[in-house]
């Protein structure tokens, strides 16, 4: 067995939103990691905007792009579009990171989590909340789909069953 300062340390790419978002979040992943039980090849993160990621996407182990928020304006929207369409034409893999600082924070600790191959007992997670849960059962469906269309539809009708509750 290699020694974890041995092994590779996988690229994680952190596209969309603004820069201070991406910053924090990745602030946030480093200090998970750092505080696993078990040594790790440390990620070496990107928080590049698209030109400089994008290049960078062969090498990626993991892509996260967050979703423009509700209350951002049309650039970030249009920065959004142009993102996923340029991941969709190198048909890249992604994860997209929707909600609060909160819910992306934990949306990004799972996808992490999964690309690492580290399981919950591994990362002393507690066992998972229902959201959770619920994240996991619509990846195992959805993951590898990445369509826009119907990403919106479903997110769409998520904000519609939170405004009716």
Known sequence: MKPAA???APLILVLGG??????????????RLQALPQPLPTPSFCDGEAASALARLSRAALVLLCAARADEDASAQA?????????????????????DDAAIALQA?????????LAQQQTGDAQPTAEARSLANWRSN??????PVCEHRLFSDLVGQRAQA
């Open 6 to 8: 041995a092994l590779a």
């Open 18 to 31: 603004p820069l201070a978002r991406r910053q924090w979040l990745i602030a946030q992943l480093q200090g």
């Open 79 to 99: 920065r959004q579009a142009f993102l996923r369409e340029q991941l969709h034409a190198a048909g890249a893999a992604y994860g997209v990171l929707h909600g």
């Open 109 to 117: 600790w799972q996808a992490l989590q999964s690309a690492l191959g």
């Open 142 to 147: 959805c993951e590898k789909c990445s369509d």
